[in-house]
């Protein structure tokens, strides 16, 4: 009976062990689900995101409908200024976040920096950034 007693102890302390770790590896910085570091923004400062719902071939810019603010305006104007150059665009009024696995700390860290920073938000091909400059727009679109 002593023998089995140590056993369970033995097993439930290993699962403890393991357990801390795989918590502590995912809350490192830079760790993503599985201890693999983020993916990092690409050379137009776009880092990656997984919405839903977006297509993949058009530049889409996430700002509140019929937002009067300068943000607002300043989405009117880039949408304008794509579609002069010949870039497909659209406008969303809102997002969902999607992820195919449970997210770590880091990696929703960088989804909360992205969805709460300046409008307009621009989503290209599974990347986004907070109101970025019209030449980066074009670079990240044509770097797809």
């Known amino acids: 009976m002593k023998n089995i007693l140590i056993v369970i102890v033995a097993l439930f302390l290993g699962v403890l062990v393991l357990r801390y770790r795989s918590l502590h590896r995912n809350d490192a910085p830079g760790a993503a689900a599985g201890g693999a570091a983020l993916p ?4 137009n400062g776009f880092t990656p995101i997984v919405l839903t ?3 993949n071939d058009k530049v889409v810019v996430i700002a509140p409908a019929y937002c009067s603010s300068e943000e607002g305006q300043r989405a009117d104007q880039l949408t304008a200024q794509l579609t002069s ?9 809102s997002v969902n976040l999607s992820f195919d696995h449970v ?7 960088q989804c909360d920096q ?4 300046r409008i307009p938000i621009i989503y290209i091909n599974g990347r986004a950034k907070n109101s970025p400059e019209l030449s980066d727009i ?7």
């Open 138 to 144: 074009i670079a990240e679109f044509r770097s797809r």
């Open 114 to 117: 992205i969805m709460k920073g």
């Open 85 to 93: 150059e010949g870039i497909p665009c659209i406008r969303a009024p």
């Open 53 to 55: 719902g977006l297509p």
């Open 103 to 109: 997210p770590s700390s880091a990696e929703m860290a």
């Open 40 to 43: 990092q923004a690409s050379p």
